[in-house]
Structure formats: C-alpha cells, structure tokens
Nanobody
Framework: QVQLVESGGGLVQAGGSLRLSCAAS????????MGWFRQAPGAARDFVAS????????IYTDSVKGRFTISRDNAKNTVYLQMNSLKPEDTAVYYC?????????????????WGQGTQVTVSS
C-alpha cells in the first residue's frame, strides 16, 4: 500500500550533521505512526526513533537522545530525521517505516511498511 522513499544520506565527518527525509506515497496525517531504524553491516535492524500520528509524541533509542530529532510534516507526507554530532558508530543504512498502530513503538515487527533505505557513513 503506502510506499516510502528515504533520501538525504551520504558521507560526513564525525561531528557533522545530516537530515534524512522519508516521503510517503499517501497522506500520513492521522494515518500512520512513523519510525526510523538503522542497520549496520552484518547487524540486526535497530530502532532509532518513532513519532506519533500527530507528531506530539516522540521516542528515541538511548544512544541518539540529544543528538537526533524525528519530526513530521503531514501536509507534505514527509518524516524527517535530523542527525547532529554524528559518530562513526552511527554508520548504517537508515530505513523509514510506517505502522497503523495507534502508539509509538520501538519494535520493528510492528511496522508493516518499509522504505529501501539510505546509506549514512560517518568517517573518523
């Protein structure tokens, strides 16, 4: 159903910033809880952040608190992940995901719709 396309990844020096975007093929307003996940080579897909349908509630994994900010613009059907003070351990493919769940979630199996991912590489 809904299609998600990530963009904004790239190569950045440690301490730098990137803003990822996730464009949805249909309205996200009052429709989907959205999440960001990341997967390093050979590793599992790990939770990064989630945002409620209205954008009023957000949750983050501990390692990105204070550095990353998830936001959404439902009028543009777009979710963002602002990443500041990037570290080499942030290097991964970042995926946008959507769920019809009514609450934010850090569980990957809750999300039924996934983008193809965008590579983020942080050099040391």
């Amino acid at each position: 159903q809904v299609q998600l396309v990530e963009s904004g990844g790239g190569l950045v020096q440690a301490g730098g910033s990137l803003r990822l975007s996730c464009a949805a093929s249909e309205r996200t307003t009052s429709t989907y809880v959205m999440g960001w996940f990341r997967q390093a080579p050979g590793a599992a897909r790990d939770f990064v952040a989630s945002i409620s349908k209205s954008g009023q509630q957000t949750i983050y994994t501990d390692s990105v608190k204070g550095r990353f900010t998830i936001s959404r613009d439902n009028a543009k059907n777009t979710v963002y992940l602002q990443m500041n003070s990037l570290k080499p351990e942030d290097t991964a493919v970042y995926y946008c995901a959507a769920t019809v769940s009514s609450v934010v979630s850090r569980l990957n199996y809750v999300y039924a719709y996934w983008g193809q991912g965008t590579q983020v590489t942080v050099s040391s």
